[in-house]
């Protein structure tokens, strides 16, 4: 393999000046004020840190670096926009003085002849483009176009990937796979090399219902419709119907099963019935396949169609006793092996473990609330800004799920009482609206309401373009989509902090500020959360572990400054 030296990157020439180099030429300008040049190396130098890498590492190009400043998120790195425009001034101007290139094609690395000759072969411009990166690639690791693999694709997408200046790099790759092949019919001299796309990055395993036998698709009509017309009359039966979004839920619970149970081994001509599931064997047979997926280990998801596959059992094939003792055993012991938190969100949450970071995500909705006051911005940027200074508001102090909130309806939810500065806003949420069947009850204090308020007069009134009740409405006059306004306090926050943190994160947030705040108090998070003492135990109980790791450190920090050792005394001399 080639070395890809000083850049690590197979797109970069090697003879690419590097920002190392402008350091030294800057002390060569023999004009330039002792200050300027300070000013000027220390640009550089901070330009590099916020790229994470050193400037020997770092080409020296201005086309390069207008690409890569892009991808800068001040916030992350607690400096301002403004900053980040001063370095990037600053940088330029030291790229000028010094004679730097600012073209894309005296940067990039060329491919190597034999490339070039193929590639010369090809008449559209778009063509050549989509093939372009990947012939880079492969000069890089001195592969001949006649030598190309599957695994230089698959090589080429993780370079791409880790680059992290393609937005699609999946995309990329596809398009090239695919005027890779065409160019194969089209040219005579190509290398006669079928190359395969990348395998996606979840790969659907599970097998469509509709290829089962029509005697088990009925049966899971019948479960199914139960849940969803429950019979009054019927004691065994649900008390009132799921909702569409659970009735979902469970019949891909139920596929999941019944193609667990075919990767096993067991003919799909065999399933018949949902009581074919919930034989004792083949519910072992199926659940070990799917923790097989996750190197066989339960997971909550795994536990949770467990357990809807145990309800199929008891109510709609209705099995002894026996049966279902031994089916509850089982759901018993995958919850005990269950964390309480997904890995996922564990690693999201690491994010607030810098009291900085918790600090910008608390003080945000004000952080957001000053940028929409400035002048010159754009109306609908302005409501934007204060739709989602908003929404993290009330997720911070009522953390609801990002459905309730954003279907949160002005005359059927909200009420206000008191008045003048003690103004404050009553949520009121029937549980037929919530997904675990649990009425919600929150009170906003007086400046919450003051952001509502700032928000229904000066930002709704701009984002509505039909009548409208929801707090969040969508232009049609509905309730703004759930995704929509998700991917709103995503990007607001990604912005303005740095920290990746989605609104579904809010509730197991929460779990974590209060236990930093009152370690042990679980009853109070199971109120506010709406779960059960039990459920909210289990989920934050790591919080509660680190704030009792801190608690005792202070105390031996405390005995360490309370308990010093004493000072030998010297003996007399006689």
């Known amino acids: 393999m080639t070395n890809l030296s000083p850049f690590t990157s197979p797109f970069i020439a090697e003879d690419t000046p590097t920002m190392g180099g402008i350091l030294t030429e800057i002390d060569n300008i023999t004009d330039l004020s002792d200050t300027r040049r ?12 916020l790229l994470g890498k050193h400037p020997s590492k770092v080409p020296a190009n201005i086309n390069w670096l207008h690409v890569r400043v892009r991808r800068i998120v001040p916030a992350a790195h607690d400096i301002s926009k403004k900053r980040l425009s001063n370095i990037k001034s600053g940088v330029l101007k030291a790229l000028a003085l010094t004679g730097c290139s600012r073209e894309r094609s005296n940067w990039l690395r060329p491919p190597s002849s034999s490339w070039q000759n193929l590639l010369s072969n090809i008449t559209d411009k778009h063509d050549l483009w989509k093939l372009t990166q990947f012939a880079q690639y492969c000069t890089a690791i001195d592969i001949e176009p006649c030598q190309v693999t599957d695994l230089h694709i698959l090589g080429l997408l993780k370079i791409l990937t880790e680059e992290s200046f393609t937005n699609k790099p999946d995309q990329v790759v596809v398009n090239a796979v695919k005027t890779w092949n065409r160019l194969r019919a089209e040219i005579d001299d190509w290398p006669n090399i079928n190359l395969s796309h990348p395998p996606r990055k ?86 070990r396949q799917l923790m097989s997926r996750f190197d066989d280990k339960p997971t909550e998801a795994i536990h949770g169609l467990a357990v809807g596959l145990k309800s199929i059992a ?16 089982i759901c018993q012991r995958l919850n005990l092996n269950v964390d309480g938190l997904r890995v996922k969100n564990q690693n999201r949450l690491e994010q607030l473990e810098d009291p900085n970071s918790l600090s910008k995500l608390l003080h945000l909705p004000n952080t957001l609330t000053r940028v929409a006051q400035r002048s010159g911005l754009r109306p609908h940027k302005t409501a934007l800004l204060l739709q989602a200074a908003l929404a993290i508001e009330i997720l911070l102090y009522a953390p609801m799920r990002a459905g309730t909130l954003s279907r949160l309806n002005l005359e059927r939810h909200i009420r206000f009482v008191g008045t003048g500065r003690k103004r404050r806003t009553l949520i009121t949420i029937p549980a037929a609206e919530v997904k675990n069947n649990r009425d919600l009850h929150y009170e906003l204090g007086a400046e919450t309401t003051q952001l509502l308020d700032q928000y229904c007069k000066v930002a709704r009134p701009i984002l509505l373009r039909a009548p409208s009740d929801y707090l969040f409405p969508a232009q049609n006059g509905g309730p703004k989509l759930e995704s929509s306004l998700s991917r709103l306090i995503k990007e607001m926050i990604s912005e303005h902090t740095g920290m990746v943190i989605n609104a579904h994160l809010f509730r197991s947030i929460a779990g974590k500020i209060h236990s930093t705040v009152a370690p042990g108090d679980f009853t109070t998070l199971s109120h506010v959360l709406h779960n059960t003492l039990r459920t909210a135990m289990k989920s934050y109980a790591q919080f509660e572990h680190q ?3 801190r608690h005792y450190q ?11 050792p004493k000072a030998k005394q010297k003996k007399r001399k006689s």
């Open 38 to 49: 300070r000013d000027l190396k220390s640009d550089v130098r901070s330009l590099c840190r």
């Open 202 to 287: 979840k790969e659907p395993w599970t097998i469509p219902l509709k290829q089962f036998p029509s005697s088990f698709q009925e049966d899971v009509v019948r479960w199914l419709h139960r849940l969803s017309n429950p019979d009054p009359l019927d004691a065994s039966g649900p008390m009132k119907p799921l909702r569409p979004a659970t009735i979902k839920h469970r019949r891909h619970q139920i596929q999941q099963m019944a193609s667990a149970l075919v990767l096993s081994g067991t003919s799909i001509s065999n399933i018949h019935s949902l009581a074919d599931l919930v034989e004792l064997a083949s519910f072992k047979d199926g659940l």
């Open 314 to 329: 008891t109510h709609h094939v209705k099995v002894d006793d026996v049966h279902l003792k031994e089916m509850q055993h």
């Open 554 to 564: 202070n105390s031996v920090d405390t005995a360490r400054k309370k308990l010093m």
């Open 547 to 549: 704030s009792s790791v």
